[in-house]
T-cell receptor, first 114, second 115 residues
Framework: LAKTTQPISMDSYEGQEVNITCSHN???????ITWYQQFPSQGPRFIIQ?????VTNEVASLFIPADRKSSTLSLPRVSLSDTAVYYC???????????????WGLGTSLAVNP | GAVVSQHPSWVICKSGTSVKIECRSL??????MFWYRQFPKQSLMLMAT?????????EQGVEKDKFLINHASLTLSTLTVTSAHPEDSSFYIC???????????FGPGTRLLVL
């Protein structure tokens, strides 16, 4: 199983940088790391994807150490609207197969306070 | 970004009726789409993989005769919940896989309530 471990919840304040770390000890050589954001009663929204080192886009950065057994999603200067659940997913759903089934964990519930 | 739509966004039906949910990739073609369900306060659970032009692949424990999937074109997959019962009430979410990015993009979800 492509299992991931994240903190259940995090609290922050507006304007702060938030870093959410995900552990994925059994990541496979070809696995990408993808992060999604989900608001209540909505489908997950793609945030960022990476394979190694650092990836940055207009909304977030993703840091991946050399061993790739963990990754950190960095949200710069969060606002109230960033309150959501954040999921870390490892692997490719298309190529998962029976022995690399993707599992969605409970994600990290981020609460941004005024 | 890639846009995926779902219709309807919510539906209420009587027990025993069938409900069809559509999933469309609006600005890209998707050979593969996925159907998930999500119960309150829980994570997404993959139900099936929808393949254009071929039969869907169902996850263990998901009844293929109850959850009919049709992927008739590269931009449309449908999920039909047949003979719906109250326990089928859930949030159904589809995703479309974009080959060039090796990433799945999700629809907004469909809330189903079976009375």
């Amino acid at each position: 199983l492509a299992k991931t471990t994240q903190p259940i919840s995090m609290d922050s304040y507006e304007g702060q940088e938030v870093n959410i770390t995900c552990s994925h000890n059994n990541i496979a050589t070809n696995d990408y790391i993808t992060w999604y954001q989900q608001f209540p009663s909505q489908g997950p929204r793609f945030i960022i994807q990476g394979y190694k080192t650092k990836v940055t886009n207009e909304v977030a950065s993703l840091f991946i150490p050399a061993d790739r057994k963990s990754s950190t999603l960095s949200l710069p200067r969060v606002s109230l609207s960033d309150t959501a659940v954040y999921y870390c997913l490892v692997g490719d759903p298309l190529r998962a197969g029976n022995n690399r089934k993707l599992i969605w964990g409970l994600g990290t519930s981020l609460a941004v306070n005024p | 970004g890639a846009v995926v739509s779902q219709h309807p966004s919510w539906v209420i039906c009587k027990s025993g009726t069938s409900v069809k949910i559509e999933c469309r990739s609006l600005d890209f073609q998707a050979t593969t789409m996925f159907w998930y369900r999500q119960f309150p306060k829980q994570s997404l659970m993959l139900m099936a993989t929808s393949n254009e032009g071929s039969k869907a692949t169902y996850e263990q424990g998901v009844e293929k005769d109850k959850f009919l999937i049709n992927h008739a074109s590269l931009t449309l997959s449908t999920l039909t919940v047949t003979s719906a019962h109250p326990e089928d009430s859930s949030f159904y979410i589809c995703s479309a896989y974009r080959d060039e990015q090796e990433t799945q993009y999700f629809g907004p979800g469909t809330r189903l309530l079976v009375l």
